[in-house]
Nanobody, 120 residues
Framework: VQVVESGGGLVQPGGSLRLSCVASGLTFSSVTMSWFRQTPGKERELVAFIRSTGGATTYANSVKGRFTISRDNAKNTVYLQMNSLEPEDTAVYYC??????????????WGQGTRVTVSS
């Protein structure tokens, strides 16, 4: 299984970015997909996830109304559209295939992370 994120970068406060994550080697349409983020010295935190069945979404309170998670099963891709970005959103963003939990077991597949910096 491979999970590969892209789309990070430097953006000014109030700006937007869209992260993409391609997962291969698994039945993508059957897997819950999540975005986590981590800043130095802090534990990795769940940002949003999208269920495999029905596509129900859940968001952390800190991003609700600003971020949107979506998936394209035909492309094995999950997206995170980030609007109205704030300096506090600066972090390394990780994509995960598997349960939306901070765990690293044999059913948990993580990408290498993509860095998002929000700064003027």
């Amino acid at each position: 299984v491979q999970v590969v994120e892209s789309g990070g970068g430097l953006v000014q406060p109030g700006g937007s970015l869209r992260l993409s994550c391609v997962a291969s080697g698994l039945t993508f349409s059957s897997v819950t997909m999540s975005w986590f983020r981590q800043t130095p010295g802090k534990e990795r935190e769940l940002v949003a996830f999208i269920r495999s069945t029905g596509g129900a979404t859940t968001y952390a309170n800190s991003v609700k109304g600003r971020f949107t998670i979506s998936r394209d099963n035909a492309k094995n891709t999950v997206y995170l559209q980030m609007n109205s970005l704030e300096p506090e959103d600066t972090a390394v963003y990780y994509c995960k295939a598997g349960p939306p939990l901070l765990q690293f077991g044999r059913l948990d597949f993580w990408g290498q992370g993509t860095r998002v910096t929000v700064s003027s």
